[in-house]
């Protein structure tokens, strides 16, 4: 009698905690271009980066474009999926001097530190980014572009 009572109670916490889980299936993920991004996209994953609260975000980049030297108002931290991700950081865009991460690699961007980063390879590239909202962007020099296709 007590474990049937024990499996009913392990029953009812499992579809109580069921209530709140979410999954987003690789193929429910909802691509948009990145403006002026050369062909860059992203997907909202969860919560949104304007409102306060966690986030998660995908950004997909071509091979060989990356963005410039920019900087947000919050912490993120930024889990390569797939492809070689090249990042830099500080306010000189300097492509060949970019680390490669590798799929599983992770990369802590603290709140006001300039980095640039993307595919400088043949590689597509995907990286999650998780932070808490709101967020805000701000190229380090916005006479220039903030994305750039750099020669294959």
Do not use: C
């Not at 909202?133 to 572009?145: C, I, K, Q, W």
């Amino acid at each position: 009698m007590r474990v049937l009572l024990m499996a009913a109670g392990l029953a009812s916490a499992a579809a109580a905690q069921a209530a709140g889980f979410r999954t987003v299936p690789a193929e429910a993920v909802q691509w948009r271009p990145v403006p002026n991004g050369h062909g860059a996209q992203s997907a909202l994953i969860a919560g949104n980066p304007s409102q306060p609260g966690t986030y998660v975000i995908r950004v997909k980049f071509p091979p060989h474009v990356m963005d410039r030297p920019h900087y947000h108002s919050r912490d993120r931290h930024v889990t390569v999926l797939q492809g070689r991700w090249f990042a830099g950081t500080g306010p000189d865009f300097a492509p060949d001097k970019a680390n490669a991460l590798h799929a599983g690699s992770y990369m802590f961007h603290p709140a006001g530190g300039v980095h640039w980063d993307g595919s400088n390879s043949d590689d597509t590239v995907i990286v999650q980014i998780i932070g808490e909202g709101p967020v805000t962007s701000a190229d380090a020099d916005p006479s220039l572009p903030g994305w750039v296709k750099l020669p294959g």
